[in-house]
Nanobody, 123 residues
Framework: QVQLTESGGGSVQAGGSLRLSCAVS???????LAWFRQSPGKEREGVAA???????GYSDSVKGRFNISRDNAKGTVYLQMNSLKPEDTAMYYC??????????????????WGQGTQVTVSS
């Protein structure tokens, strides 16, 4: 059974940094782990993904500011968020899907989700 548990959200001023963590269990084989976000009135947006072999991908809105990584020994995937902007304010979700890397950054068919962690960036 795949389980995802996020932590690390909070409030920060614009220009600041936060690191989100997602404890992952139950995944094996070929898979993707990703961070999505959603703010009120907006569609859910995929922002960063990492494949089981370590490839990474980012949305244009966060490229150069966010970094996704993972610690296999700890079973944790991280999202380091730098140079935060008020428009980064959202609920952030960790998600997982099985499949090859080439389709991960289509941001579709993620079957497993965490409960979310709130990030608020003030100006």
């Amino acid at each position: 059974q795949v389980q995802l548990t996020e932590s690390g959200g909070g409030s920060v001023q614009a220009g600041g940094s936060l690191r989100l963590s997602c404890a992952v269990s139950g995944v094996s084989g070929s898979y993707c782990l990703a961070w999505f976000r959603q703010s009120p009135g907006k569609e859910r947006e995929g922002v960063a993904a990492i494949g089981s072999a370590g490839a990474t991908g980012y949305s244009d809105s966060v490229k150069g500011r966010f970094n996704i990584s993972r610690d296999n020994a700890k079973g944790t995937v991280y999202l380091q968020m730098n140079s935060l902007k008020p428009e980064d304010t959202a609920m952030y979700y960790c998600a997982a899907r099985y499949g090859n890397w080439m389709t991960c950054t289509l941001w579709q068919d993620f079957a497993y989700w965490g409960q979310g962690t709130q990030v608020t960036v003030s100006s």
